[in-house]
């Protein structure tokens, strides 16, 4: 079975590079992604190289797009992942995280870091105000897109 990981990278480098169809194979097995059109998300098909007549029916992969926000989050503007990998909310485990609920930040400010790729990337606020709510948890694998923080903004 294919490393989800790998799955989640795959598709966030078909999305970037606007690819409609990526076909791998090894003597192992076999993974198809087919993208219909833009905005669409990705089909999958996966199957072992052994046996191709037991392809598994096309699964969707979570769409890039983020959950419609709550009522209650109205006038609150999300700071979203840039990419796919893991959440991080400080430079080191037993360091301080970089903002909690409540705190001011500016846009230059770094907020948290996404590891992608054994690669460690700051994000930054990219809006002045005031830390709203944090909307995942330190370690969460994310998705691109993914709202990560809400700010209101000043």
Do not use: W
Request: glycine share 6%; aromatic share 4%.
């Amino acid at each position: 079975m294919i490393d989800i990981r790998k799955l989640k990278e795959l598709v966030r480098l078909m999305v970037a590079n606007d690819l409609t169809e990526i076909d791998l194979r090894d003597s192992e097995e076999q993974v198809t992604l087919h993208r219909p059109g833009p905005g669409d998300a990705p089909v999958v098909q996966q199957s072992a190289a052994a046996s191709p007549q037991q392809i598994q029916q096309p699964a969707a992969v979570p769409s890039a797009v983020a959950a419609p926000v709550e009522d209650d989050t109205a006038g609150l503007v999300p700071i979203s992942s840039p990419m796919v990998g893991t959440f991080y909310a400080a430079a080191t485990p037993d360091a301080t995280p970089f903002v909690a609920e409540g705190d001011a930040v500016k846009e230059d400010a770094i907020v948290c870091i996404v590891e992608a790729m054994k690669i460690f990337n700051e994000i930054k606020a990219e809006v002045n105000g005031t830390i709203a709510k944090v909307l995942v948890s330190n370690g969460d694998a994310i998705e691109f897109g993914q709202d990560l923080f809400l700010v209101k903004p000043d």
